[in-house]
């Protein structure tokens, strides 16, 4: 994780001893990694989120939520030079049958333009007659709507 790292975040898993992070480098591009608590080394490569430049943004502030089977849903504000929100991403990372971490969703947007200030942070909720979750944002809103008994991501 080399260059300047910025706003980290990330959740423990102590099945494996590793930590999910999900952080920005050099001032624009998000990245997650997964790093060894006993070691602070890297297990494996660290995989870029922000392949298409509209996912990118001026310090997009991603944040990292693990899920009951240890998968690592990102969501971050791609904002552009003047500051103004020009979308919210998501995308969600998780363990192959090998033990490698491989990117299932990539950067998707589930907002468009201006939130309004409202940072991506995620919080879980069971979405109606379905036992899938669904991000909301920080106000509690769904940050994407979902059919009737589905969840907004297969997650």
């Known amino acids: 994780m080399a260059g300047t790292l910025i706003d980290p975040s990330f959740a423990l898993v102590t099945s494996d001893n590793t930590a999910r992070v999900a952080y920005v480098e050099n001032a624009i591009d998000v990245r997650y990694a997964r790093v060894g608590l006993d070691n602070a080394l890297l297990v494996g490569a660290p995989?870029?989120?922000?392949?298409?430049?509209?996912?990118?943004?001026?310090?997009?502030?991603?944040?990292?939520?693990?899920?009951?089977?240890?998968?690592?849903?990102?969501?971050?504000?791609?904002?552009?030079?003047?500051?103004?929100?020009s979308g919210v991403y998501y995308a969600l990372v998780k363990q192959a049958s090998t033990g490698v971490d491989n990117l299932a969703i990539g950067a998707t947007q589930?907002?468009?333009?201006?939130?309004?200030?409202?940072?991506?942070?995620?919080?879980?909720?069971?979405?109606?007659?379905?036992?899938?979750?669904?991000?909301?944002?920080?106000?509690?809103?769904?940050?994407?709507?979902?059919s009737p008994g589905r969840s907004a991501y297969p997650c």
């Open 110 to 146: 589930v907002l468009p333009g201006d939130t309004g200030g409202d940072s991506p942070t995620c919080s879980w909720r069971p979405t109606a007659g379905s036992s899938s979750s669904q991000p909301t944002s920080r106000s509690g809103q769904p940050m994407a709507e979902a």
């Open 47 to 85: 995989i870029p989120l922000t392949v298409l430049p509209a996912s990118q943004g001026v310090l997009p502030l991603p944040r990292l939520r693990l899920d009951s089977l240890n998968r690592s849903h990102i969501a971050w504000a791609a904002n552009n030079n003047g500051g103004t929100a």
